[in-house]
């Protein structure tokens, strides 16, 4: 049966403010953004997984190098069937294998402990050069933030995949304009992005980080690059869904309070289909 991925998508947003309401912290903002290139990864095809195998040989990668936003990788990997939805609720709690950064010791699915900004880029670029040595055909997708990009390592994991000319790893930059500190061209300006990583070696497509059908098309596209790494600029709306969150910096680390939680669940129930959630 087709699975109809925005609508999936939206569920995993509610189940987002609902993980967060029920931990009373984390990442709103970045979270809500990526659920619908998390769907289009786990949901439409596009990384090879199997969640009744998670160790499976032949499996793609997924290092999500800004492990903060968590709680959307976590809802997708129970809506791809990992682990039942119930224990999305354990977010944060002492003993959950949910921790507030993944932990790939205690939860299926998880290929690299992440959160320490910068690192997951160059933990990619290592699975990537492995598995060439090994001639294996698995791709590795590696998801960062576009704050992140402020970090010094990532531009040297990019001048490592440029060098051995990785052609079997995607980045995905979460392009969503926002850090902890604000703006991201007010804190660090990143912009020419798409020129800089060219300059790397590197091949760049953009893409509208909402449009699943798009995203899942130009990530589908990347594998077919030969000689070059590749670099997806996903353009997303932080909080993205729910009004009072949208391009509001300060959501990037805050959660909803019961009140918000409910008029942030109710838009996302309008937005396709009146969706229901387990949040009354």
Same mark, same amino acid.
């Given at each position: 049966?087709?699975?109809?991925?925005?609508?999936?998508?939206?569920?995993?947003?509610?189940?987002?403010?609902?993980?967060?309401?029920?931990?009373?912290?984390?990442?709103?903002?970045?979270?809500?953004?990526?659920?619908?290139?998390?769907? +289009? @990864?786990? /949901?439409?095809?596009?990384?090879? %997984?199997?969640?009744?195998?998670?160790?499976?040989? =032949?499996? *793609?990668?997924?290092?999500?190098?800004?492990?903060?936003?968590?709680?959307?990788?976590?809802?997708?990997?129970?809506?791809?069937?990992?682990?039942?939805?119930?224990?999305?609720?354990?977010?944060?709690?002492?003993?959950?294998?949910?921790?507030?950064?993944?932990?790939?010791?205690?939860?299926?699915?998880?290929?690299?402990?992440?959160?320490?900004?910068?690192?997951?880029?160059?933990?990619?670029?290592?699975?990537?050069? +492995? @598995?060439? /040595?090994?001639?294996?055909?698995? %791709?590795?997708?590696?998801?960062?933030?576009?704050? =992140?990009? *402020?970090?010094?390592?990532?531009?040297?994991?990019?001048?490592?995949?440029?060098?051995?000319?990785?052609?079997?790893?995607?980045?995905?930059?979460?392009?969503?304009?926002?850090?902890?500190?604000?703006?991201?061209?007010?804190?660090?300006?990143?912009?020419?992005?798409?020129?800089?990583?060219?300059?790397?070696?590197?091949?760049?497509?953009?893409?509208?980080?909402?449009?699943?059908?798009?995203?899942?098309?130009?990530?589908?596209?990347?594998?077919?690059?030969?000689?070059?790494?590749?670099?997806?600029?996903?353009?997303?709306?932080?909080?993205?869904?729910?009004?009072?969150?949208?391009?509001?910096?300060?959501?990037?680390?805050?959660?909803?309070?019961?009140?918000?939680?409910?008029?942030?669940?109710?838009?996302?129930?309008?937005?396709?289909?009146?969706?229901?959630?387990?949040?009354?």
């Amino acid at each position: 049966m087709d699975i109809d991925l925005p609508k999936e998508a939206n569920k995993i947003r509610q189940d987002i403010i609902e993980m967060l309401l029920e931990a009373k912290s984390g990442h709103s903002a970045g979270s809500l953004g990526m659920a619908d290139v998390f769907t +289009a @990864l786990y /949901l439409g095809g596009v990384a090879k %997984h199997d969640p009744k195998n998670p160790a499976w040989e =032949e499996r *793609d990668r997924v290092v999500l190098s800004n492990g903060h936003i968590c709680p959307v990788l976590y809802a997708t990997l129970a809506h791809a069937g990992y682990f039942p939805r119930e224990e999305l609720k354990t977010l944060r709690k002492f003993g959950s294998r949910l921790q507030g950064h993944p932990n790939r010791f205690v939860l299926p699915g998880l290929e690299a402990s992440t959160g320490s900004l910068g690192q997951g880029l160059s933990l990619a670029c290592g699975m990537a050069w +492995a @598995l060439r /040595l090994d001639q294996k055909r698995n %791709h590795v997708w590696c998801l960062t933030g576009d704050g =992140e990009q *402020d970090e010094g390592q990532i531009w040297e994991a990019a001048m490592f995949a440029g060098k051995y000319k990785l052609s079997n790893i995607t980045q995905i930059i979460d392009r969503n304009n926002i850090q902890i500190d604000g703006h991201t061209e007010d804190v660090m300006p990143l912009e020419p992005l798409k020129e800089k990583y060219e300059s790397f070696g590197w091949h760049v497509m953009e893409t509208d980080g909402h449009d699943i059908e798009e995203i899942t098309h130009v990530l589908n596209e990347t594998k077919k690059i030969f000689e070059k790494p590749s670099v997806v600029i996903a353009h997303t709306i932080p909080g993205y869904g729910v009004d009072f969150m949208e391009w509001k910096s300060e959501w990037h680390g805050k959660v909803p309070c019961a009140e918000e939680a409910k008029n942030a669940l109710n838009q996302l129930r309008s937005l396709c289909g009146n969706i229901t959630s387990e949040h009354e």
